[in-house]
């Protein structure tokens, strides 16, 4: 049964909040242009110090199953991510990515026989709306390969989210999410040295920027992300996702001295309003609450998300 709880939905939160601080972290504190190090040394520390807690190794058909969710989430995720994150400006990243609701809406129907339905598919529509009047900036400059690449972490993250949904966890979250940094960071590690070559000198600044990333970021950001998703729909969840450009704004507007006026204030509403409508808190309260016209309440979980559940960076992870 799916939790709807404000409670799930809070914890859920913590990973979009954390993530919204991916860009401006990359940009003030890693070494420049060095994607793959940075994705590397983002997800496989965390995966193997969680990995030490939990002492679980997957068990048969598990091995390719974390492998797969592993590379989805983690080893294509981080590196198109930070690669994004090195080329684009924020702002248009961050647009690029709050396409991910309607990305795992699209995915869950044929994976997983989810149906979004219309409330939060336009829930994802005005949540895109807002987001690109929060961030978007006149003048800047588009590189394709920035364009490319955050769209397709948009796809590979959507795919790896839906999939967490379709392969409930044999164990823990904890242990899961340890199988599935592990497993990234292994692919990514080899990959950042052929291409990269060796890793850089880390001035102190660095390595608090990465630590942040392992840590919060990342460990505790994708437990909370795993966690909603085994327990709400997966449209819902991504749609919460939508939170992390609005802290990434806060953040530039605090310590960037970004501009903060109208625009910004109406796609902050939008962004806010298009999440809070697409989980169907209405309905919920009006069923917890022992309403008796239940056809009334099961009408609207019809017609709505039942029938959803809930993806990064910047709107990253």
């Not at 709050?98 to 829930?123: D, F, Q």
């Not at 796809?155 to 979250?173: E, H, I």
């Not at 880390?202 to 795993?226: E, P």
């Amino acid at each position: 049964m799916e939790d709807t709880s404000l409670r799930t939905l809070a914890i859920t939160a913590v990973a979009p909040i954390a993530w919204g601080t991916t860009y401006i972290v990359t940009e003030t504190f890693l070494p420049p242009d060095r994607p793959l190090f940075s994705a590397a040394a983002r997800a496989l520390p965390a995966g193997l110090v969680l990995l030490a807690v939990s002492r679980q190794l997957p068990r048969g058909d598990w091995w390719w199953k974390a492998a797969l969710l592993g590379l989805c989430n983690i080893g294509l995720f981080f590196p198109l991510l930070f690669l994004a994150a090195y080329q684009l400006p924020g702002g248009l990243a961050s647009t690029v990515q709050a396409l991910s609701p309607l990305a795992v809406m699209a995915i869950a129907l044929p994976l997983i026989g989810e149906r979004p339905g219309s409330r939060r598919v336009l829930s994802g529509l005005v949540g895109v709306a807002g987001v690109g009047l929060l961030v978007l900036r006149a003048g800047s400059q588009i590189s394709t390969i920035g364009l490319v690449a955050s769209l397709c972490s948009v796809l590979v993250s959507a795919l790896g989210f839906v999939l967490v949904k379709r392969w409930p966890a044999p164990t823990d979250m904890l242990t899961s999410v340890s199988w599935q940094l592990v497993a990234g960071g292994v692919v990514l590690v080899p990959v950042a040295l052929l291409v990269e070559g060796p890793p850089p000198s880390l001035s102190l600044a660095n390595v608090g920027g990465l630590l942040w990333l392992t840590t919060i970021g990342t460990a505790v950001a994708y437990y909370c992300w795993f966690r909603g998703l085994a327990r709400m729909p997966a449209g819902a969840v991504a749609l919460v996702g939508l939170v992390n450009p609005v802290v990434g704004t806060l953040l530039g507007v605090v310590f960037a001295g970004e501009l903060f006026g109208w625009a910004q204030a109406l796609g902050m509403v939008l962004v806010l309003g298009g999440v809070v409508a697409g989980q169907g808190l209405r309905a919920r309260r009006r069923h917890a609450s022992g309403h008796q016209r239940q056809p009334e309440v099961a009408q609207t979980w019809r017609s709505g998300p039942s029938a959803k559940a809930g993806r990064p960076q910047e709107c990253v992870a």
